[in-house]
Structures are given as structure tokens and as C-alpha cells.
């Protein structure tokens, strides 16, 4: 008998995370993520946009179909929700949790749906938030953490923004040096602007890293400054990377004309899901760009983004990790194991994780 889409729930949790779950008619479930948004309102709005928006387009159809439904949700919302915002955090997580039913119907990983597994254990960087404004011993202390936990890569973000622009860049680069003396050699060090500089400080901080043996420059300005972007990656030898601000295949195609950035970060939650995320992909092999998705989630964006790096031919030296999340992994009968700078990827049909019910209603808004 043919599976249909039975119904479609989106549930906003406490810590803004929302999870989709798709139920089929032959009992089969599939869960999803969508972006996490950070305030409790925003999360309920992209909650009731699956629910009152998305789920009457699925309920019925085949959820094998996933490029089908995709493409219906995509174009039947652009003409009034835009092509970013809301609308793909609710499409990423609807197709994150078709992909889930896909694999659990074959009885076999996502990423063997996806074409195979280059590999089951993911070399993981430690992303290391707030420099902006934590003491520098309290960023050092976090590293020094990291690194006994088995990272051989860091990554610092200041969370300037474009609206806090060039307002310390000497105390940044104190504070990487410092990184680099912590982390010794043979650890990868990277470094997030978040949009913090303008042109002419980008650039000269861009020398500097360089000088520094940094192993990439992210966001150095504004995300939608694609000129400026371009003039920084044409005069530096350091990798530029930015894309967690950007949505389709389409955005991440001028991305790379027009701002011609060396690596590209998608975010699963946010892109379109894992169908929009293979096709970014692709879209970076033909250009020959790398590929490190943006992932500042540690549940089912995580083990999405987890499934295409196994299958992706191209492996980047390690992917963004933001840390556990002790409360959302109780949400899981099995969470996803980390060890030694590594993630290991489930090789359970699907993305590998189930539900609790009792402790999602438990932590539901």
C-alpha cells in the first residue's frame, strides 16, 4: 500500500528550537528541525506556519516524493512569504523529516540515500561564541575545554554584527594570537567577524590572519555586501566564508559569481532542508568551492547536516560544533555520540533519532 502523509505537527520548544514531526498511514514517523530563531514568539510563528500553511499541501500525498513536495511548498508560498525568513526555516523542516521517512521506508541511513557514506565519523571544530564581549581568559578557557575534548579545530566568533562595526579589531587580533599561542601547533584555528568590519578594516584584519596561519575568515563584512566580499577574497590568500545568512540554490549561486567566497555555509534548518543542501552542494563542486555547513544546533539540524557530510566526496578538514544540548538531547531514546573531536553518524534507518513523546511535550511552549 502507498504511505501518505497522515498529518504534520510542529511543536515549539523551550530554547526556540522547533521540531517537525510528519506521521504516515502505514505508522511511520519522520522528524525535522527548522532554524532556531532564539525568541519564544518566533518560534511559535514558524510553528503555526507548518501547521496552518505547510501541512495542508502534504497531508495525503506520497512522502516519498520528496523533490515533488519540495518544489510544491517552495512555489506555492514564494509568491506571498518571500524566499527567505519563515518560509524555508518551515520547508527545511519539513523536508529534513521527509528525508527521516524516506530512509526508515528503505530501512536503511539517510546518507546511503543520498548515494553512500565517504565516511562515519566527522571531524568536528569547536565554534567558540560572544568574543565581542567575554574577557579574553573566559574565551581562552573555553578553547583550553575544546581541546580536552578531542577538537583539533577551533573557531572564534565575535558576534559584532554590521551594526557594531570596527569597534576593536586590535583587541581581535590580540585575542587570536593568543588562541594560537593556547592551541599550538597542528590545531586549526578560524575566525568570524559576523559581519563586524567594514571594507578597509577587513582587509588589513584579512593580512593580519593570514600573517597568523588562520584557516579561514568568516563574514569579514556585512552578509549582503557582495562586492565588498569579492574585493576581500580577490586580495587575500586566506579562505573567505560566509553563506549562514543565505537561503536557496539561487542565493548561494551569487554568492559565488558575485561575491566569490572560497567556502560556503549552508544551514540545513534554514536552506531548504537537506534536498536544498545537496543541491547547494553540487552547486560548490561545479565552481569548486568547499563546503562547511553553518550548524548552531546539536539534534536533527545536526544529524541531517551529519548524513550529507558522509555522503559529500569533498570532505572539509572538520565541520562547525556549537556544543551539546544536554536538555534537547533528552528528547532522544538514542542521542548522537560524540567522542574525541569526532561525531559519529547514526547508522539506523533514517536520520537515526526517535522521538520521546513524553519529554517533547515536556519541553513544548
Known amino acids: 500500500m502507498t504511505p501518505r502523509i497522515s498529518s504534520v505537527r510542529a511543536v515549539a520548544l523551550q530554547g526556540c528550537n522547533v521540531f517537525v514531526l510528519v506521521h504516515t498511514t502505514n505508522g511511520i514517523a519522520g522528524v525535522g528541525e527548522c532554524y532556531p530563531v532564539r525568541?519564544?514568539?518566533?518560534?511559535?510563528?514558524?510553528?503555526?506556519?507548518?501547521?496552518?500553511?505547510?501541512?495542508?499541501?502534504?497531508?495525503?500525498?506520497d512522502p516519498r516524493e520528496v523533490d515533488v513536495l519540495w518544489h510544491r511548498l517552495y512555489d506555492e508560498t514564494t509568491s506571498r512569504q518571500g524566499d527567505k525568513g519563515i518560509q524555508l526555516h518551515g520547508i527545511s523542516g519539513v523536508d529534513i523529516a521527509?528525508?527521516?521517512i524516506a530512509g526508515k521506508l528503505a530501512?536503511?541511513?539517510?546518507?546511503?540515500?543520498?548515494?553512500?557514506a565517504w565516511r562515519n565519523r566527522i571531524p568536528m571544530y569547536a565554534s567558540i561564541g560572544g568574543a565581542a564581549d567575554a574577557p579574553r581568559e573566559e574565551i581562552c578557557a573555553q578553547v583550553a575545554a575544546s581541546l580536552e575534548r578531542g577538537f583539533r579545530a577551533v573557531k572564534i566568533r565575535t558576534h559584532w554584527g554590521a551594526h557594531r562595526r570596527d569597534v576593536d579589531p586590535d583587541?581581535?587580533?590580540d585575542l587570536v594570537r593568543a588562541v594560537k599561542v593556547l592551541a599550538g601547533e597542528g590545531v586549526r584555528v578560524a575566525f568570524d567577524a559576523n559581519n563586524g568590519y567594514s571594507e578597509g578594516v577587513?582587509?588589513?584584519?584579512?593580512?593580519?590572519?593570514?600573517?597568523?596561519g588562520v584557516a579561514f575568515f568568516e563574514e569579514p563584512v556585512a552578509h549582503h555586501d557582495y562586492s565588498g566580499l569579492r574585493r576581500i577574497a580577490d586580495a587575500l590568500?586566506?579562505?573567505?566564508?560566509?553563506?549562514?545568512?543565505?537561503?536557496t540554490r539561487w542565493h548561494f549561486r551569487d554568492l559565488i559569481q558575485h561575491a566569490g567566497v572560497d567556502i560556503l555555509q549552508p544551514d540545513v534548518t534554514k536552506c531548504g532542508g537537506i534536498s536544498e543542501l545537496r543541491r547547494i552542494g553540487v552547486l560548490a563542486d561545479v565552481f569548486g568551492?568547499?563546503?562547511?555547513?553553518?550548524?548552531?544546533?546539536?539534534?536533527?539540524?545536526?544529524?541531517?547536516?551529519l548524513h550529507w557530510i558522509a555522503a559529500e566526496r569533498h570532505a572539509a578538514p572538520a565541520y562547525e560544533c556549537v556544543g551539546r544540548e544536554p536538555?534537547?538531547?533528552?528528547?532522544?531514546?538514542?542521542?548522537?555520540?560524540?567522542?574525541?573531536?569526532?561525531y559519529t553518524v547514526p547508522d539506523r534507518p533514517g536520520l537515526g533519532l526517535e522521538v520521546r513523546p513524553e519529554m517533547l511535550e515536556s519541553l513544548a511552549l
Open 98 to 100: 521527509l528525508w527521516d
Open 171 to 173: 583587541g581581535d587580533l
Open 327 to 342: 536538555a534537547a538531547e533528552r528528547l532522544f531514546a538514542e542521542p548522537l555520540v560524540f567522542d574525541d573531536g569526532f
Open 202 to 212: 577587513a582587509l588589513r584584519q584579512g593580512r593580519r590572519l593570514q600573517e597568523l
Open 289 to 305: 568551492k568547499t563546503v562547511i555547513p553553518h550548524c548552531n544546533h546539536s539534534t536533527i539540524g545536526l544529524a541531517a547536516t
Open 237 to 247: 590568500d586566506l579562505p573567505i566564508a560566509a553563506g549562514e545568512q543565505e537561503y
Open 39 to 61: 525568541e519564544p514568539w518566533a518560534a511559535k510563528w514558524v510553528a503555526e506556519f507548518v501547521e496552518h500553511v505547510l501541512a495542508p499541501m502534504l497531508v495525503g500525498s
Open 107 to 116: 530501512g536503511v541511513p539517510v546518507c546511503a540515500l543520498l548515494g553512500g
